[in-house]
Every structure is written in C-alpha cells, then in structure tokens.
C-alpha cells in the first residue's frame, strides 16, 4: 500500500510537534498571521444613513467635476447649475474653469451654460482666472476646444451692468489680441526682426485662414464666425469706451472740476498703481508692457503694430462674402475710423 | 494626396508638432508660438494656484516640447528658462512630483544644448539640495550635479565650472551656526567627497573645502570632513581600480555595448570560438572574433597601467599646521566641551596625528592630551597608541615625547599586567622610538628589552622588535650583551677611529650614493666582468640583455616601476664599448686599488679608506648603467655582508616611515594560543570565498545552454539508429571485445552504486 516515501510522508505529518521550556509554542502550519503594521488607520464615516447637507453635496458634485469619465463630469456640471447657491465662492470656478479646456465637446456647453448661469456680480471677481483659461483654450492644440474658447469670451464680453468686459479689455488686451491672431490665422508679429524670420509669402493668409479657421467648411465657418464676432466685440469695447467711461467718472464727481475723474485712482482694477510699477507682482508674463492698457490710447498704442496683419486678415475674410464678410466689412470700417480719430486726437 | 498632406499640416498632438518643427523651424514657427503661449498661460494659471494645479500632464508636455525645440527659436525663447528657474525656486515645496522632475530634466537638456550654462543650472538647482524636504527630489538634484561636473570634467578639468561650484559649497560651510547650516554643510560635504571619490576633482581647493567641513560648528559635518581625510583617498583608489577592470556603469551607455560583452564587460572569447567551431565560418564572425581579442588585450594592457598621480587630500592641504591646531583646540581640548562621543573622538585624533606626521608639524599640547587616555583600562586604547605613534616624527622634541613613553612603560609593560597588554605597550613604544629614536634613555629601553626572555611569545617578539631597532639606531644605548656582533663591531670601529657616532636632535641623515655599491664592484672584479678583452665586452652586452629582462614577479619590492624596454635600444643604453677612451686606464688604476685594498683593508687608515670607497662608487656609477639585475645582486651582497640594516633599522628608514599611517591592530603583535571558533570559521570561510562547490552537472545544467550532441543522441528515436553501424556493430564485435565492453559497463554501474 503505498510506496516507502509516501508513508514517510504521512507519517511526518501526524508527529507531535516537541514543546520546548523557555521556547514558544510552535505555530501550526495552517496558522494565519493577523497582526499588521500601520503607520496610520483611517476610519471613514460609513454610516450611509446620514444625511448630507446641501453644502457638502455641492462639493462633492464640485470634485466631480474632475472626474475621469465625461458624463459624471457633464453631469457633475449640471447639478451644480441647478443647485447653484446664492453666494458663490471661488471654489466653484477653481473646479469649473479648467473645464473650458476639455477635451469632450459636452462638457464644455455645460460649462458655457453653468458660466451663463452664474449672475454676473458673483462672476466679476474671478474673471481674470476664467480669462486665462479662455487663453490657454485659444491657443490650445486641440482644434475644437480652440473652436469653442471663444464662445466663453464673448458670454463674458456681453456681460451687461457689470465690469466684466472692461476688466477683459485693459487687463489682458495684448494677449487676446495675439490669442485671436493665432486664432484666425493672422500673421501679427509685432517686431521687423521675427516677421522677417518668418516666410509670410509662402503662408498667404488665404492657406492660414483655411489651415486655422478652417473656414471651408461649414463648421468653420460658424467658428470662424463666432471668433469674429468676439474679436469685433472686444475691439469695440476696448477702442472706443472713451465716451463712456469718462463721462461716468464726469457723472459720478459732478461737484468737483470737469477733469476730476482723470486725476482720481481708476477704479475697476486690481492694480491701481501698475503704470508706476508698484504692487504689480507678475512683469515676466507675454503682457509685460511698458504702459498699461487702462486708458484707449495706450490700448492703441499697442494695437498699431498688428493693425496692418489684423486688417489683411480682415481683408482677406472680406472677400469671402456672407456674414463672415459682413463682419470683416464691419470691422474694417471701425478700425479706420478709430485710426483717423486718434490721429486726429494727435 | 492632399488629404494625406493636410494631415501632416496640421498637427494635432505635440509629439508631431516637435517631429515638424524640428524638420522645419521656419515654417511652423507660428504654430511653436502659439504653444508657446499655451504654455505661458497654463504657467500663469499654475502660479495663480500652485497646489491645485490639476492639469500636470499636459503642462508637463509642454514643457518638454519647448526644451527640446527652443533652440529653434532663440529669440522668442529667451525667457524660457529663467521662468522653469522661477517656477522651481518660489513653488518647488508645492509642485507635483513629476512636475518638478520635468523641470530639472528640461533644465538639464537645455544645458547640454548650449542654452544655459553649466555654472547657471547649478545655481539654479543647488539651493533646492538643501531647502527641499522631499528625499527623491534631492537625491534627484544630487545626481544631476554630480552628472553635470563629471560631463564637463570628461574631456579636460573645467576650472571655471569647478571654481564656481567650489565657492558655493565653500560658503555653505563657511556658516555655521543656524538650523539649515548643519544640512547645508552635510551635502556640502558629501557632494565634495563624491566628487573626489570619482577623481573628477583632485585640486588643493577640494582640500581646502573638506577642511572648512573639519572646522564646522556642527558635529555631523566636522566628522564627514574627518573621514574623508582619514578614508576617501583608499575609496578612490578602489574606484578607479574598479574603473580599470569593469566598464564604468555610467558611462556604459555610452559605450557600443555588443552582445558578446560578458558580465565584467569582458568578450566571452570562450563562447565566441566555440561558436566559431560550430557556426558555419565566415568572414563577419571571424572579424568578430578578432575584435574580441582585440578589447580583450587592450583592457589586460589598460589594467597593467600604473595608476595616474593622486595625491592624497592630505598632502594638499594649504597651511596644514593651523589646520592641526585650530581642529586640536576646537575639537579635542578640554574648552570645546564633550561634544563629541569616543569614537568621534578617536577619529579626530587619528585625522590629527596623521596631519602631524604627514607634514611633520609641532603641535605640542596633543602629547600631553594622550597621557591622560594611555591606560590599559581605557576603552579602544589601542586606537589612542595608534595616533600617538603616528603623530611621532624626528623633529618632535624628545622633551615631549619621552612623557608619552613613560606613560606607556608604567603603565603597560610592567610584571603585573596581561602578556596581551605588555605586547601592545612594547608594540606601541617601538613604533613610537622608530620615528623619534630619541624620545627614551638608555635606562628605560634597557629595563624595557629585559622583556626579550618572557615566556609569552608576544611579548618575547616585541621586545627583540625593539632590540633590533636600536641595533640599527644607537647600539649604544642597549646593553652590551644586545648589541649584536655587527652592531659592536662597528660601535668598537667608530671609537677607534675616534668619531663615535651619536644620535642628535634635528640632525638629518644624509645618503651619499648607492650604499654598499663597493661590493658589487669588488664581485664584478671577482666575477671576471670588468675585463677589458673584446670577448668579455661582447659576453657582458649578452648579460645584460638578460640583466634588463630579469622576471620581477618574484621581488615584491621593484614589481610596478619597469616598463619593458625593447632589445634594440639597450645596446645602445649600454654599451660599454662606446665609453671614453679613459676607461682603460681608470680600470687599471681600479685594479691596483682593490688589490691594495685587499692585501691591508683593517690596517688602513680609515679616511683613507673612505676616500676609496668613494672613489671606487664614482667609478662604478660613472662607468656602468645599473640594470635590475645588478641591485638584485647588489641586495644580495649587502645581506651576505650583514649591511642590510643600513635599509631597514636605520634611521633612514624611520624618516621614511613617518608617513605611514600606524594599524591599532597591529599593535596588539601576534597572536598566540589557539583560535577561537568564530575565528576558526571566518578563515574557513575566507578560503571559500572564490571557489564553487556542488557538482559539475548541477552547475551546467543551471546555466542555459542548447541541447549537446550527447543529449541527442540519446534521444534519438531507437529505430532511427537501429541500422547505423554504431548499433548493428555491436552484434558483430569479437567476443574478446563484448566481453572487455560488458566489463567495462559493470565497472561503471558499480562506481556508480557506490558513490550514491
């Protein structure tokens, strides 16, 4: 029965194991270590009875709205619309303004539509990180999330009984500017040196405008269009505010001098002092200039080197004809306008 | 087609923009610049919000895609670099992991590239060593530096780098107080002694540095600076020794590693020719092959290569006596308190005495500091004897010294006392005398070379240590009866000539010559060798072709300083034949000269005699270039004539020795009585060490091979063999054979039968 090495075998597992004096008491084979080492031991609530205030609901939807899967993040996005508390903080647009550069299409209308939901007073004091965000989609690499950077702006730029638009226009003007240059395809180098490096001949504006705006088709077009609209919109409201603007300083001091609004610290901004170069933290960033965009003419000052690359885009677009055309046509006339004007004023 | 070209006009991912731009920079500079400005902006939005920056990935893209690129675009890129500079000095506590690592990484590519300089980055990264508190992250920065030096050391030294670096570390430890001081000091000194190790620095500066490190208010830092006076210079020995056999790992990358490389970097000239045997033979493997033995001989030449000069750190040092004085005062002295533990301590007094000794300094107070730990009782007191010897050199004055001596006699050698412990004391004392003779009196040694009849070897052995020492110093101050026949002989010759010879204080003794050059004359005369007959000339340029190749395996002493000299050029070096038409005459006179001085050389007047000998050395030097050969014999002839001690108790040796650091263990003399266990099992496993047990099967069949011919034929399907003449002969062997092949077979089964 059995071969002389298999008895051996049962054998060896039926021996009583020897206990020892002064030693531990062998450990079965079959025995389970339990003990553990831990530097910590986290116990979360798991009671699932509890309920949740609004609040903790909100931010939970809020770190939703990291989500790696698009439809909990869209979702995520439309509960926080519907439940939109009354006093909105800046953990809102900490969360959701990243979300102007997703890659899913969905996503980001529901972005465009919380944003819209949002009233705009709330909205005001965050509209620098939104606005960086609207940058980083201008110039992103993905086509269709460039395509729909501008749909945020212009939301933004059509903001009404609220500074949201002036604080667009004079705290980053150069950079929208070069944001919608390379936007639509126009060749806006500002200095002689790089222009030259560049083969402008080779790139005629007609093979960027088609490469970038991708206008042949019918869904650049609309783009196209939409990215127009803003750019006409933001040049209006940064070149010809002067009216406006200083006949409300004129209204809102009416005791003092006609002039007094000139003289008094500007409002609306975050850096009174930027022109002196006082408490400005950041001059490293593409938007250093040597003068603040506060004031029209200084925002002009800066346009006049890529008027000429601004209007052949404007031009060649013309030519294209439908609303795109009428637009271009628009937008032409106004710089003109505004180029007489100011050399007038000189 | 167009489509196709549309798709590569229009890059929808950053790696393909890079591949188009790199191709073309003219052409996409647009679309650089507006990732460019893509990236601006998410670098804006991440100094708005460093720790909630949740978009690493692709700003991370970013940032490698402009690295690579921004060579293209000089202009518009200027910033770039001061901002990942920026973006790491103000945030690198709150930045992700990865982030940071791209940032040292682009950093570091835009330094091989031309765009920022070494001395930049370095300035860069090397505040974040000592600010950071993330491991990996410094570790990460304390490679990169170390790879940037060691790149730009590679071809030729980098002053300027070198210098610049130098200077920072110097003022991370020139601060040495404050909480961040201790930290900065400790990397100062690691980076240093890494960078030494590596011989990619080697100059005084280095030295300089460690020594600030020495002289730190912190106790970590001043030990770091001490060890790596007293150890770093064996650690670079054995790295480069490493080096030279094994392809340095770093740079194996570099190298074209081919597949036959072995695991020491050696080809696998085995493995290659059997291949060759096998392998259908053709010109590539061939050429193969010959490239193997090639790499092959040119490592085995590289490793037969004397090492390059290193000097030891020590020896580099500026100003050594302040150094020894100012770490004397500051560590060991009873004003700087006990900051320090023994073993730091003992360390510290070790680095001190070697400093003494090296450069034979006076720093007076340190003999009088080792009285009070000179007692058998103190812990590590061989360590304490150790630094007491080496810190002994001919110019200490015998006032000082002779306190140390006393203190070890009493205190050591006495009847009362553990043989084991008299040894060490004896050990000690001789070490000592070895390098300042002067340091005892007459009394004491003689009490103390007593100890030459004690039963225990140890003991015995050291003692007649010192016996043999003065023999060759002073025999005058040992008794009578230890002088030794020479050393008598000669004191009885020095008195009779009236100008006994006497150990002085700070007199140095000078060689004059080749000593005992004399003899090897007087042999070459016996010899028949300065015979001035054609034949002769001819059969001694015969001999000493042979005396210029003699096999110096087996002399120790002269095994590294030769390098062979080809045949054609020693006829040329010596030639007697192309001597000075003098020579003949000079012989002659030579010949008459050692007749005389054989016929009455006792009798002689000793100066007289002196002049001849002096004569006779000039001769020998001026006529004869002197071969290995010649010394080996010249050695002999000096033992034979008991001259021997001239070279090794003399106090030309002591003057040599002063530099050599002392082994405590050594101290404790040679080991009696039976091993212990543990000792027992460490020499057994020592001489395990390099050989492999186990059966020679067990080991082939580990390493993985292909089938061999006998395995296949021995699986070898039967009935395909059946009909092969190996089988069908076996029917038709002799009886004689079948009977021889059966036997044959029981024999094995049997062998085989007992060995199970």
């Known amino acids: ?346 | 087609m167009p489509k196709r070209r549309r798709a590569a006009l229009l890059p929808n991912n950053i790696a393909l923009l890079q591949n188009l731009v790199r191709r073309d920079p003219g052409s996409y500079k647009e679309e650089f610049l507006v990732q460019y400005r893509h990236y601006a902006t998410q670098k804006e939005i991440l100094v708005t919000n460093p720790s909630g920056f949740h978009d690493t990935d692709a700003f991370l893209d970013q940032i490698g895609f402009i690295a690579q690129v921004c060579t293209c675009y000089p202009g518009d890129t200027e910033e770039f670099p001061e901002d990942l500079a920026e973006l790491l000095r103000k945030h690198h506590t709150v930045l992700p992991v990865e982030l940071r690592e791209k940032i040292v990484q682009s950093l570091m590519l835009l330094r091989n590239r031309g765009v920022i300089a070494s001395e930049r980055l370095i300035q860069i990264i090397f505040p974040l060593l000592t600010t950071t508190n993330s491991k990996t992250f410094r570790k990460d920065i304390y490679t990169t530096i170390v790879r940037l030096l060691k790149h730009a050391n590679r071809n030729a030294k980098a002053p300027k780098l070198n210098r610049s670096v130098q200077t920072l570390l110097f003022t991370l430890l020139e601060s040495s107080d404050g909480a961040a001081a201790a930290s900065d000091g400790l990397w100062a000194a690691k980076l240093t002694r890494e960078l030494w190790r590596r011989s990619i620095w080697d100059d005084p500066r280095t030295a300089e540095i460690m020594k600030q490190a020495a002289l730190h208010g912190n106790t970590k830092v001043v030990i770091a600076g001490v060890n790596f006076f007293l150890g770093v210079d064996r650690e670079r020995e054995k790295a480069n020794r490493k080096k030279r056999g094994l392809d340095d790992d770093d740079d194996s990358g570099d190298d074209s590693a081919s597949s036959d490389d072995g695991e020491g970097g050696k080809p696998h000239i085995a493995g290659i020719k059997h291949r060759m045997g096998i392998n259908k033979k053709t010109g590539k493997r061939a050429r193969k092959l010959d490239a193997a033995m090639r790499a092959l001989k040119k490592k085995e030449k590289g490793a037969a290569l004397p090492t390059q000069l290193n000097f030891a750190a020590i020896h580099l040092l500026h100003d050594p006596q302040g150094f020894a004085e100012r770490l004397f005062s500051q560590t060991l002295s009873r004003s700087s308190g006990n900051k320090f533990t023994l073993e730091q301590r003992i360390q510290i007094l070790n680095l001190v005495s070697r400093l003494i000794g090296v450069h034979k300094l006076s720093v007076l107070g340190f003999y009088s500091y080792l009285l009070k730990y000179l007692t058998p009782k103190q812990r590590d007191v061989t360590q304490f004897m150790a630094a007491a010897a080496q810190s002994s050199h001919d110019l200490v004055p015998p006032d000082a010294l002779s306190p140390v001596i006393r203190k070890i006699a009493d205190e050591f050698v006495s009847d009362g006392v553990a043989a084991e412990v008299a040894a060490a004391g004896l050990n000690a004392i001789r070490e000592i005398l070895t390098r300042n003779p002067l340091a005892i009196e007459a009394d004491l040694l003689q009490d103390l070379t007593e100890y030459k009849g004690s039963k225990s070897k140890s003991v015995m052995m050291a003692a007649r240590s010192l016996i043999g020492l003065y023999r060759g110093v002073a025999p005058e101050m040992l008794a009578r009866k230890d002088r030794g026949k020479i050393a008598s002989m000669e004191m009885s010759a020095a008195a009779a000539a009236g100008q006994a010879k006497k150990l002085q204080y700070g007199v140095e003794n000078v060689v004059e010559g080749i000593p005992g050059l004399e003899l090897l004359e007087q042999w070459r005369k016996e010899q028949g060798l300065d015979n001035d007959d054609e034949d002769a000339a001819a059969k001694e340029a015969e001999d000493d072709d042979d005396a210029w190749n003699i096999d110096l395996s087996d002399s120790e002493e002269s095994d590294n300083g030769w390098i062979d000299v080809e045949s054609d050029k020693e006829y040329d070096v010596s030639d007697d034949g192309a001597g000075p038409p003098k020579d003949d005459e000079s012989d002659e006179e030579d010949d008459s000269d050692d007749s005389d001085k054989e016929q009455d050389a006792e009798e002689q007047q000793p100066d007289a005699k002196r002049a001849k000998t002096e004569n006779v050395v000039q001769n020998l030097m001026a006529r004869k270039f002197l071969a290995p050969a010649d010394f080996q014999k010249l050695e002999e002839l000096r033992t034979k004539a008991g001259l021997d001690k001239i070279l090794h108790g003399g106090q030309s040796a002591a003057a040599g020795r002063h530099q050599d650091s002392v082994e405590a263990t050594s101290l404790l003399g040679s080991k009696t009585g039976k091993a212990d266990k543990e000792e027992r099992m460490a020499a057994v496993m020592e001489g395990r060490q390099d050989r492999q047990f186990g059966s020679k099967k067990g080991k082939k069949d580990s390493q993985q091979h292909s089938t061999t011919n006998k395995e296949k034929a021995r699986k070898k399907n039967f009935i395909m063999m059946i009909h092969k003449r190996d089988v069908q002969g076996k029917n038709k062997k002799s009886l004689r054979d079948k009977q021889k092949s059966l036997r044959a077979h029981i024999d094995k089964q049997k062998k085989s039968k007992r060995k199970s």
């Open chain 1, 1 to 346: 029965m059995g071969s002389q090495r298999r008895k051996k075998e049962k054998k060896k597992d039926f021996v009583k194991p020897k206990l020892k004096v002064g030693k531990t008491k062998p450990k079965p084979t079959s025995h389970t270590e339990l003990g553990f080492k831990a530097k910590a031991i986290g116990l979360p609530e798991q009671s699932i009875t509890k309920a949740h205030t609004p609040r903790e609901t909100f931010n939970h939807y809020l770190s939703l709205a990291r989500h790696h899967s698009h439809t909990a993040r869209r979702e995520a996005l439309t509960y926080l619309q519907s439940h939109l508390p009354e006093d909105v903080d800046s953990s809102l647009f900490t969360s959701i303004s990243p979300l102007i550069l997703d890659p899913t299409s969905t996503v980001r209308a529901a972005v465009l539509s919380l944003v819209r939901a949002i009233p705009t007073t709330s909205l005001a004091p965050h509209v620098h990180l939104i606005s960086l965000y609207i940058h980083a989609g201008m110039t992103h690499l993905a086509p269709d999330v460039r395509a729909d950077s501008s749909k945020v702006l212009l939301l933004l730029l059509k903001a009404e009984e609220s500074d949201i638009p002036m604080q667009l226009v004079t705290r980053s003007w150069a950079k929208f500017l070069h944001c919608f240059g390379s936007l639509l395809g126009w060749d806006l180098a500002t200095s002689p040196t790089s222009s030259s490096s560049t083969a402008p001949s080779a790139h005629t504006d007609g093979i960027k405008w088609n490469k970038v705006g991708n206008a042949t088709s019918i869904d650049g077009i609309a783009n196209a269009a939409g990215h127009l609209e803003a750019l006409s919109l933001f040049l209006r409201l940064g070149l010809s505010d002067n009216l406006t603007r200083e006949t409300q300083a004129q209204r809102q001091v009416p005791v003092y001098h006609a002039d007094t609004g000139k003289h008094l610290i500007p409002r609306n901004t975050t850096a009174p002092y930027a022109r002196l170069g006082l408490f400005v933290e950041d001059k490293s960033g593409l938007l250093s200039t040597v003068w603040s965009t506060e004031d029209t003419s200084a925002r002009y000052q800066l346009l006049k080197p890529m008027l000429s690359g601004i209007l052949s885009g404007l031009d060649s677009g013309r030519r294209q004809g439908g609303e795109i055309g009428r637009t271009c046509k628009y937008l032409i006339d106004f710089l003109d306008k505004v180029k007489l004007e100011t050399e007038k004023l000189q």
